[in-house]
């Protein structure tokens, strides 16, 4: 079972921690009392959704053959202005490099974003969550370089 523990370390500073004692200090934003030395908690939950999806699409990814040489996610977040300023609007942006296979790589993001992620399942609930991908690198037999694809809108 998942677990984490967190502990106040003063100031505006926190660290998390997982059942296996990894660590991650986290803070409010400067202007808020932060002094920059963590990430914020929303930005944690971005990151988390970030890493959820690339597990599951670079295990799909290396299942299906597909020669996968980078993964690179930008995530964006726009929150509402009433409390408890949850996020209205998240966009996902993947950056995949490789010989890849698009109709692979389309398929794999769609059946991670809309079925396989839980972190992407909790946040679509209550936001308006959008992604889209870029494969760099590729031949092209398989897919111009630079294509984008946007597949949820």
Same mark, same amino acid.
């Given at each position: 079972?998942?677990? !984490? ?28 009392? $932060?002094? @920059? ?13 970030? $890493?959820? %999806? ?19 996610? %930008? ?21 995949? @490099?490789?010989?890849?296979?698009? %109709? ?32 760099? $690198? %590729?031949? !092209?037999?398989? !897919?111009?370089? $630079?294509?984008? !694809?946007?597949?949820?809108?």
């Amino acid at each position: 079972m998942p677990k !984490a523990h967190v502990t106040w370390k003063g100031k505006m500073q926190f660290v998390g921690q997982d059942r296996y004692g990894h660590e991650v200090l986290m803070e409010t934003s400067p202007q808020y009392g $932060g002094e @920059g030395k963590g990430i914020t908690p929303m930005e944690m939950l971005l990151a988390a959704l970030g $890493g959820c %999806a690339g597990i599951d699409i670079v295990t799909m990814l290396k299942a299906r053959g597909q020669n996968l040489a980078s993964y690179d996610v %930008a995530i964006e977040g726009v929150r509402r202005d009433e409390h408890p300023k949850s996020f209205k609007e998240i966009e996902v942006r993947f950056t995949f @490099g490789g010989q890849l296979d698009r %109709a692979t790589v389309d398929r794999v993001v769609n059946l991670t974003m809309r079925r396989l992620c839980p972190i992407a399942h909790m946040l679509d609930k209550t936001s308006s969550l959008k992604w889209s991908y870029e494969i760099v $690198g %590729a031949t !092209a037999a398989q !897919a111009p370089e $630079g294509m984008k !694809a946007d597949v949820k809108s």
